[in-house]
Each structure stands twice: as structure tokens, then as C-alpha cells.
């Protein structure tokens, strides 16, 4: 194997100021958020509405990630020294990493079901359905712990001794570098390339559209917009830096492997922050926004404030809004 048994001086005890309140403000905000959504998300599956079944993916996902961050804010504090045991920190390791990639895929899913609900009704019929949307759901969670737990072990053994370091990357080698640059366009730039090319094909469809009020196609076009921005912005730099990462591991010889790790450490983990808070903002995008949603968190919370009308210009996702109403041909 390339193992590279190197011990890079690096500032492990910088990252802890501005990691922890990061992992700190994703677990305060995120956990109930997603809780919250949950609770309402669970009428729409009763309701057997397919965009539910996507939706609910992420927020599962965004649960479970959540749940593996005080074990980080503990990895953080002791300056990247991991205290709970190999083992532990390869099963915490494969549930955080496939729950942060699958939670991708399904935001690509939620788009490819917006496009073909909008466009190709008809043609991909057997996808609008419960069953067809849990088998792809299936597929999907099994095809990223696949390649998690794959990629968990190539980095666990590139250092030939258990040295501390929990998947941080510091003792990974060339194996794991091989993997990830083959793995990525899967895992991340793919999902990224199929979610524009979905979004912007309902955006150029609505616009045909003469039939729709300029003023909901400007809602519309601003919430789509919030919904690229939020994922290009905060997902897309950590996946940038760590294939530059990566690819100069490939090129680079192994003396000069700690100069890799040093100037790209910082980077690293400061993007890495920037894509734990997705964790807070996906269920305020794909969630609360949603008119029936809302309309549940209300019953649920027992709220019994008058629904306004200004919930109803917002239902891109919703299966009772502008969807079903104003049907879009090629």
C-alpha cells in the first residue's frame, strides 16, 4: 500500500476556536430544527406524497450527523487526539461521512423529482410513486455507506499504527488520496452538476410559461436561487480544496507531503464548518417553507394563529401549490 508514516507538525490546538462554536451552533440549531421537521414530515408520508419521502432522507440525515458532533467537539477540544478507541472512531467515522454524502444525493433527488413532476409527468410515472421513491432512496443510502465504509478503512490503514488522529486526513497516503479523486465525481460533483441542471431546467421551463403571474414566477425564481446559492456557497468549497488536496498528494513526492498537509490544514476545516451548517439551513429551505408543512408545525405546536396568504406564493416544493395547478409541457 502508499502509506506515508509521516508526522506532520501541524497547529492542531488552532482549530478548536472556531470549530467548536461552528459544531456547537449546527447542534443547537440544527438537531431541533430537523426534529421539528420530522414531526411534521410525518403526516406527509401517511399522506403517501412522494417529495415527502426525499425530503425526509435529508432530514434523517441531518438527525443523525447532528447526533455525531459532540464526539468532534470532544476530537477538537483535545487538539485532534482521539480519546474513544480505534473502533469507535472508525463507526462514528462511517456514520457521519455517509450520512454528510447521502444527505447530497437526496437534494439531487428532490430536484430530479421537482423536474420530472414538472415536465416529464407522465414519461416517469413508476418514479412518482411511494415504492418507486423508497427503492431509490434505498439504493441511494446503500451506494454511499458503500463507498463511506470503503473509504474509512483506506484511511484508517494508511498509517501502519493507531497514532490518534480520527480521519482528519494527516495520515491517509496515497491509497486514500487514489480513492477519493476517483470517488468524488460520485459522491459530490455529480449530485452538484444533476441539481443545477434540474433547477435551472424547471427555471427555463416556468419561463415559457405565460399563463404564470410575474409575481410568482419571481418568488419562484428567488427561491430556486436561494436554494443553488445556499448549496454552491457553503458545500462547494470544502470538495474544491480537498481535491486540490488531493490531487498534489498524487503529484507531489512523499518529502513533500507535510507541506500539503500544512497548507491546506486551516482551509480544510474552516470549509468543512461552512458545509456542517447545512445542517441549520436545509430544513428552513426544504422544510419550513413548505405551506403544508408549516400548517403541521401550527397544529403540532398548537399555534392557532390565522394561516396567511403570504405561505401560498412560496410552494415550490409543495404538493398542493403551483405544482398540481399549473402543469408545464416541453
Same mark, same amino acid.
Given at each position: 500500500?502508499?502509506?506515508?508514516?509521516? =508526522?506532520?507538525?501541524?497547529?492542531?490546538?488552532?482549530?478548536?476556536?472556531? =470549530?467548536?462554536?461552528?459544531?456547537?451552533?449546527?447542534?443547537?440549531?440544527?438537531?431541533?430544527?430537523?426534529?421539528?421537521?420530522?414531526?411534521?414530515?410525518?403526516?406527509?408520508?401517511?399522506?403517501?406524497?412522494?417529495?415527502?419521502?426525499?425530503?425526509?432522507?435529508?432530514?434523517?440525515?441531518?438527525?443523525?450527523?447532528?447526533?455525531?458532533?459532540?464526539?468532534?467537539?470532544?476530537?477538537?477540544?483535545?487538539?485532534?487526539?482521539?480519546?474513544?478507541?480505534?473502533?469507535?472512531?472508525?463507526?462514528?467515522?462511517?456514520?457521519?461521512?455517509?450520512?454528510?454524502?447521502?444527505?447530497?444525493?437526496?437534494?439531487?433527488?428532490?430536484?430530479?423529482?421537482?423536474?420530472?413532476?414538472?415536465?416529464?409527468?407522465?414519461?416517469?410515472?413508476?418514479?412518482?410513486?411511494?415504492?418507486?421513491?423508497?427503492?431509490?432512496?434505498?439504493?441511494?443510502?446503500?451506494?454511499?455507506?458503500i463507498l463511506c465504509v470503503a473509504g474509512v478503512w483506506i484511511q484508517m490503514h494508511g498509517s501502519e499504527t493507531w497514532?490518534?488522529?480520527?480521519?482528519?486526513?494527516?495520515?491517509?497516503?496515497?491509497?486514500?488520496?487514489?480513492?477519493?479523486?476517483?470517488?468524488?465525481?460520485?459522491?459530490?460533483?455529480?449530485?452538484?452538476?444533476?441539481?443545477?441542471?434540474?433547477?435551472?431546467?424547471?427555471?427555463?421551463?416556468?419561463?415559457?410559461?405565460?399563463?404564470?403571474?410575474?409575481?410568482?414566477?419571481?418568488?419562484?425564481?428567488?427561491?430556486?436561487?436561494?436554494?443553488?446559492?445556499?448549496?454552491?456557497?457553503?458545500? =462547494?468549497?470544502?470538495?474544491?480544496?480537498?481535491c486540490y488536496k488531493y490531487y498534489c498528494t498524487l503529484m507531489l513526492e512523499n518529502n513533500e507531503f507535510c507541506d500539503?498537509?500544512?497548507?491546506?490544514?486551516?482551509?480544510?476545516?474552516?470549509?468543512w464548518c461552512l458545509a456542517i451548517l447545512t445542517t441549520i439551513l436545509d430544513p428552513l429551505l426544504y422544510i419550513l417553507?413548505?405551506?403544508?408543512?408549516?400548517?403541521?408545525?401550527?397544529?403540532?405546536?398548537?399555534?392557532?394563529?390565522?394561516?396567511?396568504?403570504?405561505?401560498?406564493?412560496?410552494?415550490?416544493?409543495?404538493?398542493?401549490?403551483?405544482?398540481?395547478?399549473?402543469?408545464?409541457?416541453?
Amino acid at each position: 500500500m502508499n502509506t506515508i508514516n509521516i =508526522t506532520c507538525p501541524m497547529a492542531f490546538n488552532t482549530t478548536k476556536y472556531f =470549530t467548536i462554536p461552528m459544531y456547537s451552533l449546527a447542534l443547537a440549531a440544527g438537531l431541533p430544527l430537523n426534529c421539528l421537521a420530522l414531526l411534521a414530515l410525518v403526516s406527509h408520508i401517511q399522506k403517501s406524497i412522494v417529495l415527502s419521502v426525499y425530503v425526509l432522507n435529508v432530514v434523517l440525515a441531518n438527525i443523525l450527523q447532528s447526533l455525531m458532533l459532540p464526539f468532534w467537539i470532544n476530537y477538537s477540544y483535545h487538539n485532534h487526539h482521539w480519546n474513544l478507541g480505534e473502533g469507535a472512531c472508525m463507526v462514528f467515522g462511517v456514520i457521519f461521512f455517509t450520512n454528510f454524502y447521502a444527505k447530497n444525493n437526496f437534494l439531487c433527488l428532490i430536484a430530479m423529482e421537482r423536474y420530472i413532476g414538472l415536465i416529464y409527468p407522465l414519461k416517469f410515472y413508476r418514479l412518482q410513486t411511494m415504492h418507486g421513491a423508497t427503492k431509490v432512496s434505498i439504493g441511494a443510502w446503500l451506494l454511499v455507506a458503500i463507498l463511506c465504509v470503503a473509504g474509512v478503512w483506506i484511511q484508517m490503514h494508511g498509517s501502519e499504527t493507531w497514532q490518534g488522529r480520527c480521519l482528519d486526513g494527516s495520515q491517509s497516503g496515497k491509497d486514500y488520496a487514489y480513492f477519493k479523486m476517483a470517488t468524488m465525481s460520485f459522491s459530490f460533483f455529480m449530485p452538484c452538476f444533476l441539481m443545477g441542471f434540474f433547477y435551472f431546467r424547471v427555471l427555463f421551463a416556468l419561463r415559457k410559461k405565460t399563463s404564470l403571474q410575474q409575481r410568482l414566477k419571481r418568488k419562484i425564481y428567488g427561491f430556486i436561487s436561494l436554494i443553488i446559492a445556499s448549496f454552491f456557497l457553503l458545500c =462547494t468549497p470544502y470538495q474544491v480544496i480537498s481535491c486540490y488536496k488531493y490531487y498534489c498528494t498524487l503529484m507531489l513526492e512523499n518529502n513533500e507531503f507535510c507541506d500539503i498537509e500544512r497548507n491546506s490544514f486551516i482551509y480544510i476545516h474552516v470549509t468543512w464548518c461552512l458545509a456542517i451548517l447545512t445542517t441549520i439551513l436545509d430544513p428552513l429551505l426544504y422544510i419550513l417553507l413548505l405551506k403544508d408543512v408549516q400548517a403541521n408545525l401550527k397544529d403540532h405546536l398548537s399555534f392557532r394563529a390565522r394561516r396567511t396568504q403570504i405561505t401560498q406564493d412560496l410552494p415550490l416544493h409543495s404538493t398542493t401549490g403551483w405544482i398540481q395547478k399549473v402543469p408545464v409541457s416541453q
